[in-house]
T-cell receptor, first 112, second 114 residues
Framework: GENVEQHPSTLSVQEGDSAVIKCTYSDSASNYFPWYKQELGKGPQLIIDIRSNVGEKKDQRIAVTLNKTAKHFSLHITETQPEDSAVYFCASPNQAGTALIFGKGTTLSVSS | DTGVSQDPRHKITKRGQNVTFRCDPISEHNRLYWYRQTLGQGPEFLTYFQNEAQLEKSRLLSDRFSAERPKGSFSTLEIQRTEQGDSAMYLC????????????FGDGTRLSIL
């Protein structure tokens, strides 16, 4: 069935360190993998996404890598800052390609 | 770009009452989605519209829930005879309608059932 697993559930780093969050998905036909950042009291904000025809995408301090063979994708944040503290969600489309199936989230805490 | 707008931001009501939420999507987006998010979980899909047509509903959308998008612009989500288990954040998202497009979320309506 359709499933997205995300780990770790919590991650604490020092300011300036890197953070990595990993997700695995079950549907081998999935071709789109977004990452969202959610701050307290706000809705999820799309921060980066990747499609299955590329293996890596970067946007300043954030990057996403995709391994289609292993069916996993990862979010990498370099030079973390306190304002990166939030809950991060990975997602993948359902089989119909309409709704997104989300992981359970990773709470990232960056201490200065 | 004004983003996805949801109203109200918070709703507190007694068990058994009916509630209605509104979502205004990004203006050029033809697709509109409703999700529900409970504490400590990721958003869960409820239903999806392409213009005014409701094309998909999840099993989470019980008979007490109804959603409409009458003119293909804003949408409403109504919950009748609310129950304690309905307490959650109700999120709306919108996207363009060509292929798999990024979904952009509003800040949600937080529903609390007393």
């Amino acid at each position: 069935g359709e499933n997205v697993e995300q780990h770790p559930s919590t991650l604490s780093v020092q300011e300036g360190d890197s953070a990595v969050i990993k997700c695995t998905y079950s549907d081998s036909a999935s071709n789109y993998f977004p990452w969202y950042k959610q701050e307290l009291g706000k809705g999820p904000q799309l921060i980066i996404d990747i499609r299955s025809n590329v293996g890596e995408k970067k946007d300043q301090r954030i990057a996403v890598t995709l391994n289609k063979t292993a069916k996993h994708f990862s979010l990498h944040i370099t030079e973390t800052q306190p304002e990166d503290s939030a809950v991060y969600f990975c997602a993948s489309p359902n089989q119909a390609g309409t709704a997104l199936i989300f992981g359970k989230g990773t709470t990232l805490s960056v201490s200065s | 770009d004004t983003g996805v707008s949801q109203d109200p931001r918070h709703k507190i009501t007694k068990r058994g009452q009916n509630v209605t939420f509104r979502c205004d999507p990004i203006s050029e987006h033809n697709r509109l989605y409703w999700y529900r998010q409970t504490l400590g979980q990721g958003p869960e899909f409820l239903t999806y519209f392409q213009n005014e047509a409701q094309l998909e509903k999840s099993r989470l959308l019980s008979d007490r829930f109804s959603a409409e998008r009458p003119k293909g612009s804003f949408s409403t989500l109504e919950i009748q005879r609310t129950e304690q288990g309905d307490s959650a954040m109700y999120l709306c998202a919108s996207s363009l309608d060509t292929g798999t497009q990024p979904q952009h979320f509003g800040d949600g309506t937080r529903l609390s059932i007393l």
